[in-house]
């Protein structure tokens, strides 16, 4: 049966009258193309969004934090035994301390809140990647007034390297024959972090750690300790972070950056698979044309479906050639669809013109991405809504009695 | 064991004015090798009562043997015994189009042995016979009435039916062409011995003919 399928479909294809030129058919490819490709982008833009945001918060956070329950902060004999536990397992790469204060980064008149990152710039590698962002001026704070800041809360600051700025800080006051002082320091702008993330852009003032440690007035003290993993061990930190505190007897906390963001991924699968739905809607609509056009070509081909009843062609064999031709419409309209979804993906991400609101969505940039699994799936549900839509006309070919075509012949 | 009997076969039409009965207990016997002619005025039944015996149409009652085993309509592989027991022959040829001669007579082949090659050679040798070998990728639109209808004879032979229906088969050919097809029917008939049945209007074509019916009021009446 498919060899007569596939000598009908050649004849289909190569047809003196080009039927697959036909009005019809035109908009039964027309209308596969937008639907498939609206699919096709709607998925890659969720697809890109997730992958970068995965990968920039990995980039700009350490994969496993380690705190010291109630707020308190970590001893230099706490993060010595957490070291020395850390580097031992085999899942682990690198460990360090870091001190966290919140400030407020002042220029003249300008005032911007601020999250004080005190990091041991010294360190060849760090568990979080704050060097690789350094976009502007370097990462080198050779003297103890050195600094860098988000370059959004740079331009924000209406400041640049080689500026000054001031960092103030009310939680950290000193007391004075005056009274509460807030705690001044100022510094010397020599980069600046641009990790594509907007919450930390706007909100990162880098210093030495000891330097931090002196502001925020708790010397051999640590907010934390961020831990790198191996890249296969990523995906389980959660568990190794799990695992961890129960060795401590939960003496520490310990979560991963998967504890921090798994809500915002399963959202966004869900709002991916969701838009997904309704967008298929869209290729259900467009293949009602192939009700249109199968019907049309039932009722142009019925002198044909009775000779070749008569010659003893089965519905059932009419039936596949008739479907066959609608579904190699299809396949080609579904790949044509694929291609300017690719195409129009490809362009939201080349262009500048058109970018996110960075405070609502964390990344300002657009960013798609076109997994295998992804246009397959449409490729797939496509040609299924296609396949199940073109039954219903198909059902008339059983219909059709030979004697009453010839008749009306 | 007769090729083909109809026993009783009854068969009406619901009209505007009424029900019109085309056939009325109507029995026919047909012999292998036989050549049958049917006659009769317009609108009598000619055409449905082959449409019936060739399981293009059902009868409202009676029943139709082949080689003593009763056949229906109503078959699941009613398909299969039209493709390989029964040839048709209308009065329009009733070509495929968008095929070429040799297509068009290879196809019920095709649809049996699903061997694209095998029909295509056997659908030449029968264009070989007929000497339209040359017309053979040549359209339908592309060819003569008479070859047209030439065509569509050797498609109805290809799988060498056991019995060939022909439905006004020189109703739209010309006096020349009409007698070509004519003496055609009769070269398989006498050649191969052809089961055939004839339904016409000319009397000529009937008079060349052995077994000669004339169906009135529903039933056959020898001529």
């Keep these: ?409 | 064991m007769s090729l083909l009997i109809a026993q009783n076969l009854s068969k009406s039409y619901q009209e505007a004015h009424g029900r019109l009965d085309v056939l009325r207990g109507l029995d026919l016997t047909i012999e292998a090798g036989e050549m049958l002619a049917i006659t009769g005025q317009s609108g009598c039944g000619k055409s449905t009562l082959l449409h019936v015996l060739g399981m293009l149409d059902h009868a409202d009652s009676g029943t139709i043997l082949f080689q003593d085993k009763p056949i229906s309509i109503k078959d699941k592989t009613i398909h299969e015994f039209r493709n390989r027991h029964i040839g048709f022959v209308f009065q329009f040829h009733y070509l495929l189009e968008d095929f070429t001669a040799e297509e068009n007579i290879a196809m019920p082949q095709f649809l049996a042995s699903h061997n694209f090659t095998k029909s295509l050679k056997q659908a030449r040798e029968l264009l070989k016979e007929l000497g339209l070998y040359d017309r053979r990728e040549h359209y339908p639109n592309q060819l003569s009435g008479g070859e047209q209808q030439r065509v569509a004879v050797a498609r109805a032979m290809i799988n060498s039916p056991e019995i060939l229906l022909a439905d006004e088969p020189t109703g739209n050919l010309d006096p020349v062409h009409s007698s070509e097809l004519v003496d055609l029917l009769h070269q398989y008939n006498r050649t191969r011995e052809q089961t055939l049945v004839v339904v016409t209007h000319d009397m000529n074509i009937a008079a060349g003919v052995k077994i000669h019916y004339v169906l009135a009021d529903g039933i056959l009446h020898p001529a």
């Design chain 1, 1 to 409: 049966m498919i060899k007569i399928v596939g000598f009908f479909l050649k004849k289909y294809i190569y047809s003196r009258r080009r039927e697959w030129l036909r009005y019809d058919s035109m908009f039964l490819i027309l209308g596969i193309v937008i639907s498939v490709a609206a699919v096709t982008v709607a998925l890659a833009l969720f697809e890109g969004y997730e992958a970068t945001l995965k990968q920039t918060i990995l980039d700009v956070n350490s994969h496993i934090y380690v705190f010291q329950p109630g707020h308190e902060n970590l001893s230099e004999e706490s993060v010595q035994e957490l070291s020395d536990f850390l580097l031992s397992q085999p899942q682990v790469t690198v460990v360090a301390p870091i001190i966290m204060s919140s400030a407020m980064a002042t220029k003249g008149t300008r005032i911007k809140g601020c999250l004080i990152r005190g990091v041991d710039w010294t360190r060849p590698e760090l568990p979080t990647r704050y060097h690789g962002f350094v976009t502007r001026g370097t990462s080198h704070l050779e003297q103890k007034n050195d600094t860098v800041i988000g370059a959004k809360l740079a331009s924000q600051l209406g400041v640049t390297v080689g500026d000054t700025i001031s960092l103030i800080s009310p939680l950290n006051s000193k007391v004075t024959p005056l009274g509460m002082s807030p705690t001044e320091f100022r510094c010397r702008i020599v980069g600046l972090y641009q990790s594509g993330m907007y919450e930390y852009d706007t909100k990162y003032v880098f210093l030495n750690i000891s330097v931090a440690a002196a502001f925020t007035l708790h010397p051999e003290e640590y907010s934390m300790m961020e831990v790198k993993l191996t890249d296969d061990a990523v995906d389980s930190a959660d568990f190794l972070a799990y695992r961890w505190s129960e060795e401590f007897g939960n003496q520490y906390q310990i979560s991963s950056w998967i504890d921090f963001n798994g809500n915002l991924f399963a959202l966004l699968n869900v709002e991916k698979w969701t838009v997904f739905i309704i967008l298929s809607f869209l290729v259900l609509v467009a293949a009602f044309n192939v009700v249109s056009s199968v019907s049309t070509t039932i009722l142009e081909k019925r002198r044909e479906i009775g000779i070749l009843k008569a010659c003893g062609a089965s519905n059932r064999l009419l039936k596949k050639i008739y479907l066959s031709k609608s579904l190699i419409v299809s396949v080609v309209s579904i790949i044509l669809g694929l291609l300017v979804g690719v195409g129009i993906g490809s362009f939201l991400e080349a262009q500048h013109f058109f970018l996110l609101k960075g405070d609502v969505y964390f990344l300002d940039k657009i960013n798609v991405a076109f997994p295998w699994q992804n246009l397959g799936i449409t490729s797939v549900v496509a040609l299924l809504i296609v396949y199940l839509t073109a039954q219903i006309p198909l059902r008339r070919i059983s219909q059709l009695e030979v004697t009453a075509i010839l008749r009306k012949e």
